[in-house]
């Protein structure tokens, strides 16, 4: 940790993962927790698109999940990937630290 980092009693460092998991229908949900994801999504350690402030670069974990060309009609959702779409299903989003030790402060999700 920076000087700066270690003057803040609060600060830590975020790690962020989405995945998909396999339940889609409420009674999967607790064999499904239990799996491996069927997907990763997404995850971040240090974004640099959160905070303008010099004090928060690079230490903030941020995920967008999106359709990288959205369809303009139901016709054209035959030519896109649906294993990118977010659809009704079981999500894991897992939070993490690298900081030793207890952790004070708070996650935004």
């Known amino acids: 940790a920076t000087p700066e980092e270690k003057s803040m009693p609060h600060w830590f460092d975020t790690w962020i993962?989405?995945?998909r998991m396999s339940a889609i229908m409420p009674d999967q949900i607790a064999k499904a927790a239990k799996a491996k994801p069927v997907q990763k999504l997404d995850d971040?350690?240090?974004g640099d698109d959160t905070?303008?402030?010099e004090?928060?670069?690079k230490y903030?974990?941020?995920t967008r999940i999106k359709i990288p060309n959205p369809p303009k009609s139901f016709d054209d959702l035959?030519?896109?990937d649906t294993k990118k779409l977010l659809v009704r299903g079981l999500y894991r989003i897992s939070f993490t630290t690298y900081k030793p030790?207890?952790?004070k402060g708070s996650f935004v999700a």
């Open 17 to 19: 993962r989405v995945e």
């Open 44 to 46: 971040d350690d240090d």
């Open 101 to 103: 030790g207890e952790v």
């Open 55 to 57: 004090r928060h670069n």
């Open 60 to 62: 903030n974990s941020l």
């Open 78 to 80: 035959k030519n896109i």
């Open 51 to 53: 905070y303008k402030e």
